[in-house]
Nanobody
Framework: QVQLVESGGGLVQAGGSLRLSCAAS????????MGWFRQTPGNEREFVAG????????YYAVSVKGRFTISRDNAKSSVYLQMNSLKPDDTAVYYC??????????????????????WGQGTQVTVSS
């Protein structure tokens, strides 16, 4: 059974930092591109950052580029999202997701929710002003 478990969310003041973690189990982690998404009430889930299965390619939403960094450790089957200079607009539930990319080019990343095969339960991030 595949599981993605996020952790590291919480309450932080504007300008602060948080590091989210996502631990995967039940899958061959290195075959999957990974993504972070976020969602606020009444809105669609939006792409935040993605990393290719080998970790050699990353992609960010414009709203977080330069502030957030995605990374992965295939030996630990984990992906991370370092979030700096947080703003109140970053408040959301953050989800990690796995996209089976073994048949894609090594640098493959997708921003589309429907292309991801597995999702975590989410972790709340709240940024106070």
């Amino acid at each position: 059974q595949v599981q993605l478990v996020e952790s590291g969310g919480g309450l932080v003041q504007a300008g602060g930092s948080l590091r989210l973690s996502c631990a995967a189990s039940g899958l061959s982690f290195s075959r999957y591109a990974m993504g972070w998404f976020r969602q606020t009430p009444g809105n669609e889930r939006e792409f935040v950052a993605g990393i290719s299965r080998g970790g050699d390619n990353t992609y960010y939403a414009v709203s977080v580029k330069g502030r957030f960094t995605i990374s992965r450790d295939n030996a630990k089957s984990s992906v991370y999202l370092q979030m700096n200079s947080l703003k109140p607009d970053d408040t959301a539930v953050y989800y990690c997701a796995a996209d089976l990319a073994s048949q894609r080019i090594r640098t493959h990343i997708t921003t589309q929710t429907y292309e991801y095969d597995y999702w975590g339960q989410g972790t709340q991030v709240t940024v106070s002003s």
